[in-house]
Each structure stands twice: as C-alpha cells, then as structure tokens.
C-alpha cells in the first residue's frame, strides 16, 4: 500500500482559511498539501518509510547534489531546532566557528554557540549590507584558527539575500568547512551544493517547500559529516546518530516522527516540482516587486537597497510617530492578511512577507489595503499624522 497524493488542485474556493499569511514561514499553503494531514499515518510502516526516503531523495535533486555525496537528515523541530542541532553535532571540542552576522538569525546562531560553550568569532556588519568576502579573507589570513565558517543565506530579519557563492570561495581558500541557514531560501533560490562545497546546510518543513511547521531539514556533506562522529552534544538533536538511524532502519526517525507534517512536506514537494522552483521564484519574485513599488508609491520606503533586496519578504521603515503598528496588524487581519507582528530591525519597521500560496492578486490587494488604511487613519487624525508621507 502506498500514500497517495492528492493531484494539485489550484482552485481554492473551498479553502477554510479566514486569511492569508504575510508571515515568512508559517505561511498559506495550499489545501491539497493540508489534506495530507487527515490521514493517520504509520510511523515504523514501509509506506509511510518510503515517503520519508522519497522527500530525502527529492531534497538532494533541490541541492543539485549527488546521493554519493551529500545526505537529507530531517530534525523533529522548527527551523532553529535544525541550525541547533548543526551547530551543536558539527564542531569538535577545540574547534572553532565564525559567525558572519546582518540579522537576528546570524544573532541566534551566536547565541546557540555561546550556550554550548563553543569557541566562536563572530564578524558583524549593518543588517543592510551584506558580509564583506574582502574583509574576511583578511581575518581568515589572519586567524587561522577558524574551522567553520557559518552564516545566513537569506535574513528574513530584513528580507537581505547574502551573496554567499561570493563567501563560499574564500572559506574553502582557507581550509575551512561552510555551514549555511538557508532556512527561508531553500527550494525557491537555487543552491548548487556541490559547486560552492556547502558543507552542512539548514532549512525547514514551513519555508519555501511551502509545507506546515513540524521539523527541518539538514543536508550536508557526507565527508564532512563521518568526521563529527562522537561531538555531538545532546542525545536528540545528534545529526550524526539521526542520520544513521535513517540509513539503517530506510527512514525512520530515531523518535517519535511528525507522521502529518511529514505527509504534507511530500505532498509540499510534490507540488512545488509541479510549478517547478524556477517558477516559483519567479512568482515569489513577481509578487515580491508588486508589493515593494506599490508600497513605495504610497510612501513605505523599503528599508533595503534594491542590490540587496531578496524575493522572500521586505521590509519598510514606519516613518511617522504616529503610526500604530498592533492597530494596523489587527485591521490587516480583519482584512484578510496577517502580517508578522512585530519587526527585529533596530529602528520600528513593518514586514511583509510574499512566500506561500500567494500570486499577483494578493499582492495588488495588499498594497490596496496599505493605501486604504493609510487614507482612513490620516482622515481620523488629521494634519496629526505624517503617515509614511515621504520628504
Ligand atoms: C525561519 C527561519 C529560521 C528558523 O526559525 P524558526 O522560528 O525556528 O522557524 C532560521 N533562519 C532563518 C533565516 C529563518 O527565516
């Protein structure tokens, strides 16, 4: 007996959800992926086993990486779950990582090394530039103490894509292996594995696959991966152990599976092969440009450079004191779109996220809504309020 899939089905008419997200990652997915989640699945069973290989198999073709040579690990846990367990398995008791920082995901890959008690480097730069490779091939000559180098694809701090095939030379000039969070990337900006020698990569069930939040997903490099055996620091999030437990059991989690996640991650793939990434980068990049000039033209000013901007999520400086953001979460929502509640930004800033089941409609809308709720609260209080007016 195997699973099977439903066929995609683009009309969602019938879709129960009362709104759409604008957050990156959980974020809308589509209803065939959710209906996965009725079916009550085996965990030790053989087609339940060979859904787990086939999403391992399916996450390689993504990396454009051979099975000879890299491997899928999936990680009960959200996304910081699996750079945890990375960064936690992966460096040996007297080696050392430098973490390359520009956003709040860089920070907590600090904070996880510092609560293990891990050596680390860390090179900061503005969460609006991306890490200079000049800067670190010179504290790389300099510091040769430095066995990992880890950073951030895309920071979904700011919505920043980091050049890291400018990065990924000159750690492996030095000698170093490359660790790389391409949590909120993976799966729409392609990633050839083998051709930058990605050493150990993260990304999640909810992200860009567009399935639901469950577990993530830690490819890396075979050879990189036999030479940690025995420095992992914790018994669950063991990537070495975990992998070993899929080879020999063909599939199966060391602990208790996310059995309905992990069906509607394949059905995710599935799906996401149907549209295929280019397409769907394209379509992440469509609505991305949508929402980033309309919100320009009625005043948001996009907090980063277009150079820099990537096509996950952007975000725009609040400009007025005025401006109420819990008021303007609530309205959007009463309005069919949640937005993230909140920014990680240094100064007040408002993030829209454009990855999911979202196209070019919801984009016009969302701008529309942006220009409504502006005018509606510039009328309650007057000559008051600025309202992202630009200088
Ligand atoms: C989403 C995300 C993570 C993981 O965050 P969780 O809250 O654990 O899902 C890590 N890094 C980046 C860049 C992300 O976008």
Known sequence: MTYSSSPMRLNIQTDPN?????????????????????????????????????????????????????????????????????????PGKDEKVLVLVNGAYSERMCQILARYGINYDRIDCPYTEWPDAEKLDAYLTEHTDIDYVAMVHNET???????????????????????????????????DFPALDIDFAVTSSNKCVQGVPGFSVVIAKIESLEATKGNARTLSLDIYDQWKAFE????????????????????????????????????????????????????????????????IITTFHVLCEHFDLPHLYKWMAEHGYELFP???????????????ELYPEDAERIVALFAQYVAERRAARGAACCHNQQQ
Request: net charge positive; glycine share 8%.
């Open 18 to 90: 009362p709104f759409k997200l604008l957050t990156p990652g959980p974020l809308t997915t589509s209803v065939t992926v959710r209906e996965q989640m009725l079916t009550d699945r085996c965990a030790w069973g053989e087609a339940y086993k060979a859904e787990v290989q086939d999403i391992r198999a399916r996450i390689l073709g993504l990396a454009h990486a051979s099975p000879d040579a890299y491997v899928t690990i999936l990680m009960q846990g959200s996304g910081t779950y699996g750079v945890e367990a990375v960064l936690s398995s992966v």
């Open 342 to 356: 909140g920014y990680l930004t240094p100064e007040p800033t408002v993030r829209v996220g454009n990855i999911g």
């Open 248 to 311: 020999k059991t063909n599939g199966r989690f060391r602990y208790t599976s996310p059995t309905h996640v992990v069906a509607a991650f394949h059905q995710a793939l599935i799906e996401l092969e149907a549209e295929t990434p280019e397409k769907r980068l394209e379509r992440y990049r469509t609505v991305n440009r949508m929402i980033r000039e309309g919100m320009s033209k009625i005043g948001f000013r996009p907090y980063l450079d277009e150079k820099v901007q990537g096509p």
């Open 157 to 191: 701090t700011t919505g920043i894509l980091n050049p890291i095939e400018n990065i990924a030379p000159i750690v492996k000039k030095h000698g170093a292996k490359f660790i790389v969070d391409c949590v909120s990337s993976f799966a729409a900006v392609p990633i």
